[in-house]
């Protein structure tokens, strides 16, 4: 099943580097979604809470794309880096960030997704060694 569940997160990311989040809301009915420590609004979001979040980030970009730089299998999770650019709405300036992820899934299907500014907390939080 690992392989699979990196397949089905690289196609998604496939779509994000392409700006389209069409996909980005299906989730499991209760999907999690943790973002950065360092985010103004850090926390854990929940469900519906979390979906909102996601579309509301998306959303504050204009010409957002979401790249997957490093996938890596960690059985029912999947290690991430990656690259995300935009322009923040009304603004010409075009931005970037980079960040890592570990998605989690059940069944198929994205259950929860975890954000981190540091590799090495990735990496741990996905039970793999740097």
């Excluded at 979604?33 to 970009?61: C, H, K, Q």
């Excluded at 999770?77 to 899934?105: C, D, H, M, N, Y």
């Amino acid at each position: 099943m690992s392989q699979e569940n990196v397949e089905i997160v690289r196609a998604r990311y496939e779509q994000f580097a392409r700006g389209d989040f069409s996909q980005m809301a299906d989730v499991a009915d209760d999907f999690e979604l943790v973002t950065t420590r360092e985010n103004p609004d850090a926390g854990t979001y929940r469900g519906e809470a979390g979906i909102r979040w996601m579309t509301e980030w998306v959303g504050s970009f204009e010409g957002h794309t979401i790249e997957a730089a490093e996938i890596i299998d960690a059985g029912d999770k999947v290690f991430l880096a990656i690259l995300q650019r935009g322009r923040p709405r009304g603004s010409q300036t075009v931005v970037e960030g980079r960040w890592w992820q570990v998605v989690t899934l059940r069944g198929g299907v994205v259950a929860r997704v975890e954000t981190f500014q540091a590799r090495a907390q990735a990496l741990e939080a996905a039970g793999l060694r740097q």
